[in-house]
Every structure is written in C-alpha cells, then in structure tokens.
C-alpha cells in the first residue's frame, strides 16, 4: 500500500489548531463522518487531548464557545463533536479529498502545540493518493514528508491507552520522563516518589495499577 506523511496548517479557518497553540495541548483524532443537512456541511470527529489538566480544561472550554461546534461531549481526554460550516463548492471540494473512501488513516490525525496537523494516509492508488498530498500543499501549507509503497503493519486508533485515572496517568508520565524505564535506571521509586510530593506507598499502587492496566490493555486483542 502507497503511504503518504505530510503535515499541514490552516491558519485562517480551522477550529482545532490555534486552540492547541494557544494552550500548548496536543490532540490525536479522527474524522469519522460527514454529511449535509439544512445547508451545512457537518462534521463528526473524535479526538483525545493532551497537556495539563488547566490548560485542558480551557481548551474544552474555548472550544464549547465556537460557533461551528454545534456539539461537544467530554469524558477525561476524550472528546466527540460536531462542527458545522458553510456550504460552498470549495467546501465540497476539499471534504471529497480529505473524507475520500479510498483512504485510510494509518494513525490519528495528530495537531501539535505548534498548530501543525500531521497525516499519515495509505490507498491503494498512488494516482489517487496524491490528491490528498497536492490539496494539502496548495491550499494549506503542506509539507510533504514522505511517500513510500510499504507494508502495513498496524492501524492505530483512538484507543491507543488504557482507561488510567488522572494520579495513575501523571505518575506513570513522571517516571517515564525522569528515565525510570531506561536501562539503567535513573532514579527509583522512593526518588520518583519524593519528586513528585506522595509517599513511597501511594506511589509505587498507583504507578502499578498503572503498569497491570497498559500491560492487560496491549494483551487485550493478542
């Protein structure tokens, strides 16, 4: 299968990217679906945040206030929405190519704390597979990072993690980031728990019940 990579950045109409920006969150999504209705195109997409819990919370926020987000709903890091825009015959153009049935998303769509979305799509087509590319240049300052006949190994989804609850998740992140999983390892769990302000006990449960669930959760469909 043709895989391309590319990334892209719509300064002036999307809704996701300078929220991101704005409070240095990272979102990893999908478009599901589209369709028209009373003269709008609509459009449902599924995505899950990242960044601190504040700056979390003011993006859903912000993002609730825009006009175009007909719906939001939100469960921990998880959102589904819906936005409305206008119908117009660029509108048209631009979701026949980027919702094109012929396409499938290796990864979710990925916006960083820069704004830039990154879009790893495969097809069988080549042809075809540079229309994505081509509309992701002309029209949204595309850059195009690779484009390789490959074989697929995997297809990432939204599920990418295990339901950990807010300690779990910051304490497993900490030891990650301090170098508790290198070889050797950097600090060790009386350190990792006084860096973070909890005590050795409270710790050491959380950042186990932590490990059980990614390691149940990566066995789950093996």
Sequence with gaps: MWVAKFKLKDDKEDIHSPLCEKYQVEMFGFPLTNYEKSGKINLLISTTISGSEENKDKFYNDLKKDKRVKFAERYKDFILMQTIHPLSREARREIKIFYNKEYILIKPV?????????????????????????????????????????????????????????????????????????????????????????????????????ENKIVEFFFEYR
């Excluded at 087509?125 to 850059?143: P, T």
Aim: net charge positive; hydrophobic share 35%.
């Design 110 to 210: 990925h916006i960083d704390k820069e704004g830039w979305e990154h879009w790893e799509v495969g097809c069988l087509d080549r042809v075809e597979l540079n229309k994505i590319i081509n509309a992701a240049i002309k029209y949204y300052n595309g850059k195009l990072i690779s484009v390789k006949d490959e074989k697929i190994k995997n297809i990432t989804n939204l599920e990418f993690s295990p339901n950990l609850s807010e300690k779990q998740f910051e304490t497993i992140k900490l030891a990650l980031n301090e170098g508790y999983y290198n070889y050797p390892r950097k600090l060790t769990i009386p350190e990792l728990a006084k860096k973070m302000g909890k005590s050795y006990s409270s710790f050491q449960e959380n950042l186990r019940r932590a």
